[in-house]
């Protein structure tokens, strides 16, 4: 929650799309002494509100804009899209650089990509980050796509990663758990020193223990060969 928050003058907030981002988004603002309303379902006119927060599906932003009576600005939370979606509307976008689970988000701290059809919109999605305790900046049109694939490789494919890693673990008897320390140190090492942070047999050349580790996943996980010989390749690069 954004410490010790004063009111904003953004005015209302309807937040459409009653899932884990608009429900946490829902909570925050009210934290952070928003005027919010919702988070409500898909289809909802939101007559009277100042901005309204489209915290739906990708594929379901065009038909949920065309839902909403003229008046407010209209804004997405989706990485990828472009402003075009939310046509005929005074559209601006925000995108939490953030995970939300079942549990919730904290905002607060994280950053926030924005941009805006006109100034006015833009200045609204500034404001609501300014309110969640989040830093903003903006992305290109034309940036959206790569900004977008940056974000799933940190977040989607650490995950696959680390599952990979637990998976294979288990085959000698590691619970999940005993790697947690591990994952966590090494992810703020990389946040400390980039890929200074790099350790193991491949920073250190030693091809003989990558040679046995790639026999053992051969050996009990054929199928994810393929994706450790792919990451070894990359790590190899990266260590150069």
């Known amino acids: 929650m954004n410490p010790d928050p004063q009111p904003t003058t953004i005015g209302e907030i309807v937040v459409v799309g009653d899932g884990r981002m608009g429900r946490a988004l829902v909570t925050a603002l009210t934290d952070a ?12 006119h939101a007559r009277g509100a100042s901005v309204v927060l489209l915290a739906v599906p990708d594929a379901a932003i065009p038909a949920a804009a065309r839902a909403i009576a003229p008046g407010p600005l209209v804004g997405h939370l989706s990485g990828a899209e472009g402003l075009a979606v939310l046509a005929p509307h005074e559209a601006f976008s925000l995108h939490p ?55 799933s490789i940190a977040s ?18 590691v619970p999940r758990e005993a790697l947690v320390p591990l994952v966590r140190a090494s992810i703020e090492n990389w946040a400390a020193m980039g890929p200074g942070a790099l350790t193991g047999p491949v920073a250190r050349k030693d091809e003989a223990t990558v040679a046995r580790q790639r026999a053992a996943v051969g050996e009990r996980m054929p199928d994810r060969l393929d994706l450790f010989d792919a990451l070894i390749a990359a790590t190899r690069e990266l260590a150069t």
């Open 33 to 44: 002494r928003v005027e919010v309303r919702g988070p409500a379902r898909r289809g909802e």
């Open 97 to 151: 650089l953030m995970t939300v689970t079942a549990q919730g988000a904290d905002f607060a701290g994280a950053a926030a990509a924005v941009d805006g059809a006109t100034d006015r919109a833009r200045s609204a999605a500034e404001a609501i980050v300014d309110a969640l305790g989040m830093t903003s900046f903006r992305i290109a049109p034309e940036d959206r796509a790569a900004y977008h694939a940056a974000a």
């Open 156 to 173: 989607n494919f650490a995950v696959t990663l680390e599952s990979f890693a637990a998976d294979l673990a288990a085959t000698a008897g």
